[in-house]
């Protein structure tokens, strides 16, 4: 019974984060369990009993979601130090990574105490591995990680 009542919730909370929208005052205007006690015609009826704080946490989950930007996916880390000359060092790392690939996108980050430059916006690990492969000749300390990655650009 708690294997079910777990799949449920787990059904739940992705189909929310998948279908959800919000108002501009931040409240759900498309709530999925009040959308499936909703009686139509032609169709069934879904009588859903819960506990109050099963919506609160869906909501919560939700309004998580929709603060995060991007999506998940991978990014390769070129750089990383702390000290007197990171900064610096991190933008001419960027701009060496720039001139040498002009179309791969390059971020320089700080996370305390580091200076850190990412590159490329890749959805799959197999992705961030082929282009691995490419520049690790010239950036020896390049790996992979995972990350939050920019919107992939649609083609018009």
């Known amino acids: 019974m708690n294997k079910f009542i777990l799949f449920f919730l787990t059904f739940i909370i992705s189909f929310l984060s998948a279908y959800s929208q919000q108002t501009e005052s931040g409240k759900l205007s498309v709530n999925i369990i009040n959308k ?3 009686e139509e015609s032609e169709c069934g009826r879904v ?7 099963i919506e609160e946490l869906l909501d919560k989950h939700i309004q998580n979601n929709s603060q995060q930007q991007g999506i ?3 990014r390769i880390r070129i750089f990383s130090q702390s ?3 990171a900064r610096q060092n991190a933008m001419e790392v960027r701009a060496q990574f720039s ?5 791969v996108p390059s971020y320089l980050l700080f996370t305390t105490p ?3 430059v990412y590159v490329g916006d890749f959805r799959t690990r197999n992705d961030a591995l082929k282009f691995y492969k490419q520049i690790v000749q010239s950036f020896r300390y ?3 990680v995972n990350d939050r990655i920019n919107y ?3 083609d018009y």
């Open 142 to 144: 390049a790996f992979i």
């Open 83 to 85: 000290g007197k000359d």
């Open 114 to 116: 580091n200076f850190k």
């Open 47 to 53: 009588k859903i009993i819960e506990d109050k704080r």
């Open 152 to 154: 992939p650009k649609l």
């Open 72 to 74: 998940p996916g991978y």
């Open 99 to 103: 001139n040498l690939y002009p179309d």
């Open 36 to 38: 499936l006690q909703e």
